[in-house]
């Protein structure tokens, strides 16, 4: 039972979910300041990739080493971010151009791939991996046992990070205050909020948690560093956010469903059937049409619950 198609593709949908969660999640918060940051893709990169020089470079037992490299990666996130934000918030730059040319810069063809090059990265086996782990001895339990109990710590910490947001939006006075900064800065500023140290604090943050998003390939889905890596994922995650009604946990819905969407081609290759890659190597570009459509209509956006300010400027001197 636990070998069915089915099991398998929800248990691996929520492997290959898990860098699409944090990244969206991360997205997330940024939106909720009312920034819009498509450079997900390449603080996803910047991540997978210092995150795996990290795991090759820094001694001692193995879950130290793997509980570092992801701190190192969530830090790579956090410094491209912040600098994404000194654009965007400092210089009130246009956040869709920002974003774009920021994953220019640090995606495949940039950063991300000169590192891995000067790094010595490339084509080395990973000495420390996160592997699926059992700690209640449950894994074989039927059906449950493989999707909820096999897996890896980045899911279990994934649905942490999940709860945390879900309160810290809804249950926290700084919560709060993101929320009113991204439905109406002007309003906000006249309350005594920093519009600015708001934006600032949660794009970072979303850069950080990218970059945790990046580590989930190089360090356990595919132990290793090539070239573009996450393969998009950075696009489908800024999609998800809108398609969760930027609430945290339709996010981790709708991550599993484009987990298991990538998964499926993997698992029905193992029983023998071959489905045509490219339709789902197109699926990041659809969705960053899509993604931008949505966003460019004024209707759609209070439709579907946006930020108010989403990907506007705030100028406090227009209040």
Same mark, same amino acid.
Request: charged fraction near 0%; hydrophobic fraction near 50%; proline fraction near 6%.
């Given at each position: 039972m636990n070998n069915s198609i089915l099991v398998v593709v929800i248990a691996s949908g929520i492997a290959y979910g898990t860098p699409l969660l944090f990244a969206a999640l991360g997205e997330l918060l940024a939106e909720r300041s009312g920034v819009l940051n498509l450079g997900v893709e390449g603080m996803m990169l910047v991540g997978a990739v210092m995150g795996f020089w990290a795991v090759q470079n820094i001694g001692g037992p193995g879950g130290t080493t793997l509980f570092l490299a992801v701190l190192v990666a969530a830090a790579a996130g956090a410094a491209v971010a912040l600098l994404f934000a000194f654009l965007v918030i400092t210089l009130r730059a246009n956040q869709i151009v920002s974003g774009l040319a920021l994953t220019i810069f640090a995606g495949a063809a940039g950063l991300s791939s000169y590192l891995g090059n000067d790094l010595g990265l490339a084509d080395a086996p990973a000495k420390h991996q996160f592997a699926p782990v059992d700690p209640f001895g449950l894994a074989d339990v039927p059906i449950l046992g493989p999707i909820v109990f096999g897996q890896t710590w980045l899911v279990y910490a994934s649905w942490g990070v999940v709860a945390l947001i879900a309160l810290y939006l809804t249950r926290t006075r700084p919560g709060l205050n993101v929320r009113a900064v991204g439905e109406s800065p002007q309003t906000a500023d006249a309350m005594g909020i920093s519009v600015s140290a708001y934006r600032y604090a949660h794009v970072v943050a979303g850069g950080a948690l990218a970059g945790v998003g990046g580590a989930c390939f190089s360090l356990a889905l595919t132990?290793? /560093?090539?070239?573009?890596?996450?393969?998009?994922?950075? /696009?489908?995650?800024?999609a998800l956010v809108i398609f969760a009604f930027w609430r945290p946990e339709l996010c981790l819905v709708g991550a599993y469903f484009f987990g298991a969407f990538q998964a499926l081609p993997f698992t029905l290759q193992a029983r023998g059937v071959t489905i045509a890659p490219e339709l789902f190597q197109a699926l990041p570009y659809v969705m960053t049409i899509v993604v931008l459509v949505i966003v460019s209509s004024g209707i759609s956006k209070r439709r579907l619950g946006a930020p108010g300010a989403l990907g506007l400027p705030f100028v406090r001197e227009e209040r």
């Open positions: 132990p290793q /560093w090539v070239t573009g890596l996450t393969g998009g994922a950075g /696009w489908i995650a800024i």
